[in-house]
């Protein structure tokens, strides 16, 4: 998906848009869906959003400072449901340019998002209601501020790098590999920016395995809690302007607010500490039944040995695929490899799982049906998409793989098919993995069920499930460290048992009709059963959450209420309390952070 796509100036002549944005969500779709149909991967088809309507110009060009050069941008998100023709945009080279930009904006009315690789599903960055000829500039990091260097770490830790905004995860990984240098915890996607992935304390899937001693400069929480200190554009009361300033974890207060700021604030660059990179191995299984998998503690099924929290204690790492309408998910168990098993296939490079990478033939033309309107089609492409990846893995000898981390950890490109996602994160005990899998799973099998014998199929993607720890101030190198104050990871005041959070997402096209009002229902049962009892569901900032029956971020209780009581007493209002100094213009921000952050 092309993030930074330059056009003339000069306005172009176009029709009306249908929509406010400029364009269609369902257009979008209609094309991904075709080009289904048509054989050619969905992914592909949606990288190209200047393909799919005209870009609209606003409104005149705006004068930016320090010579910056503005040009207008479509702005697409991962999956097509945050839309826009044209919003006007720029380069910026360097973090006074991003100060100049923050006082331009204030005094001319204009607000700021940055956009990186708009890999996101909320609302973050711009508002599916965003106007044509909306005061929004977006910021493309991605162009100039991708510079990297090691730093003296601290004692406690191996090592240090510091990165600017836009430099993407898999470049930085990269970079930290060929010094021997790793982290513990990446989501899947590479291609997401480091300002991306802090905003919204991005996270992988680990926990300790029996007998594993925390290494250091890791930790098994979000890729917030390695940061050591942020550089950001901020407002400065004594000189009454935004200026570029550095704060240290352990320190500031502000490098807490600033480690996960949901879109309310501007990284120019980050130090983040790392430790020893040891080597994975990648084992891939498609032969155990979810019943057993997700198999309720105590029970006949959960004796065998074969639950998810069986292998999350053998390997500490674990993730579960489980597409629509079929029984046996696709289990992914990575564990710590310092040597290369015999069986192992060693791999030198991420994504090393091309039938999920580029979508198959039959899958896609099955997809470009479902969307075209076919939902009943959805068990059909459940059951293709679990028949892809189990012949697949065998095909491409990927069962089982070895190499350094980050060859393993990423494993999701931009071609894959794109769909919509809600997500959760729920705190709890180690010794209640199991029970809340378990809960969890029995609950949306049962509704899937409900809702297809009633002749409808909201629900055609999977269900994903990991576990990770939490940001432990204990692994941070500098002293005095806090948690990131808005983390989905950060520990709970009022629950120290809890030592780890279980992240479910179930995923399915965006216009699937019904989705919303489904997804509502599984809401409504995170939140009333894991209520902070043995278990506390919190929302995950990227994906979707806050459903009524039509709408996703639109259920003002959860947005209002259920999101900041999550967080404890204090927290929330700390945090939003230091982001509101920082930025009392609200400069970086839009109509939904207004909403939430507040």
């Known amino acids: 998906m092309s993030d930074h796509s330059e056009f003339p100036t000069r306005p172009a002549a176009s029709s009306p848009p249908s929509e406010p944005s400029g364009l269609s969500r369902r257009g979008v779709l209609r094309a991904a869906a075709a080009a289904g149909a048509l054989g050619i991967p969905l992914g592909a088809a949606m990288a190209s959003p200047a393909a799919a309507a005209p870009v609209i110009v606003p409104t005149a060009a705006p004068e930016l400072p320090a010579g910056l050069v503005p040009y207008l941008s479509p702005y697409i998100n991962w999956a097509g449901e945050i839309t826009h023709g044209g919003l006007w945009a720029c380069a910026p080279r360097a973090g006074q340019d991003l100060a100049d930009l923050a006082n331009w904006a204030r005094a001319n009315g204009w607000r700021l998002r940055a956009r990186g690789k708009a890999h996101n599903w909320s609302p973050l960055t711009i508002t599916s209601s965003t106007e044509r000829d909306a005061k929004v500039l977006l910021l493309d990091t991605t162009v100039h501020l991708t510079h990297m260097e090691l730093t003296t770490p601290p004692a406690g830790a191996p090592g240090a790098v510091r990165a600017q905004a836009g430099v993407t995860l898999e470049t930085l990984m990269a970079f930290l590999a060929d010094h021997g240098l790793g982290v513990t915890n990446t989501p899947a996607p590479g291609e997401l920016t480091l300002g991306g992935t802090l905003a919204i304390d991005a996270h992988g899937t680990s926990v300790p395995a029996d007998g594993e001693s925390a290494r250091p400069g890791h930790t098994y929480g979000s890729l917030s809690n390695l940061v050591l200190s942020l550089t950001a554009v901020v407002w400065d009361p004594d000189q009454g ?172 490109r931009p071609t894959t098919l794109r769909e919509t ?118 929302v995950e900032w990227s994906k979707g959450w806050g459903y009524t029956d039509t709408a996703a971020w639109a259920d003002e209780q959860i947005i209002e209420s259920a999101v900041p009581a999550s967080y404890g007493a204090g927290q929330w209002s700390e945090a939003v309390s230091v982001l509101d100094r920082l930025d009392p213009h609200r400069v970086f921000g839009n109509g939904f952070t207004d909403r939430l952050v507040r």
Not at 315 to 325: D, L, N, P, Q
Not at 334 to 352: C, D, G, K
Not at 452 to 479: K, M, T, Y
């Open 241 to 412: 302007a935004y200026v570029v300033k550095t704060f240290r974890r352990g320190a500031d207060e502000e490098c807490e607010a600033l480690a996960t700021h949901l879109g309310r604030g501007l990284i120019v660059e980050a130090e983040i500490q790392a430790g020893e990179d040891i080597p994975l191995r990648c084992r891939s299984r498609v032969d155990l039944t979810a019943d057993e998998l997700f198999a309720a503690p105590g029970s006949d099924l959960a004796a065998r040995g074969n639950t998810f929290a069986d292998f999350m204690a053998e390997s500490g790492r674990v993730e579960t695929i489980w597409f629509a309408f079929t029984d046996r998910p696709w289990l992914k168990v990575w564990s710590l490899s310092p040597e290369r098993p015999v069986t192992s296939r060693p791999v030198h490079s991420p994504y090393n799982y091309p039938f999920s990478d580029v979508v198959p033939t039959t899958v896609a033309r099955l997809a470009g049906l479902v969307v075209g309107g076919s939902w009943h089609l959805a068990p059909l492409l459940g059951a293709a998409q679990y028949t892809v990846a189990a012949t697949g893995l065998t095909a491409t000898l990927a069962k089982d793989l070895w190499g350094p981390s980050h060859t393993l950890q990423f494993y999701l």
């Open 421 to 538: 996602a809600n997500g959760y994160g729920i705190l709890t005990r180690r010794a209640d993995v199991q029970r809340v899998v378990s809960e969890f799973a029995g609950y949306y099998k049962q509704r899937l069920a409900a809702w297809a014998a009633a002749g409808r199929f909201p629900i055609n993607g999977q269900v994903e499930i990991r576990v990770s720890g939490l940001d432990r101030p204990d692994d941070s190198a500098a002293p005095g460290a806090r948690p990131p104050l808005l983390s989905v990871v950060r520990p709970h005041p009022d629950h120290p048992e809890y030592d780890c959070v279980v992240w479910v997402d179930v995923l399915t096209q965006p216009t699937s009709p019904g989705a919303h009002a489904f997804y509502r229902e599984l809401e409504r049962f995170l939140m009333s059963t894991f209520d902070g009892d043995y278990a506390l569901a919190r």
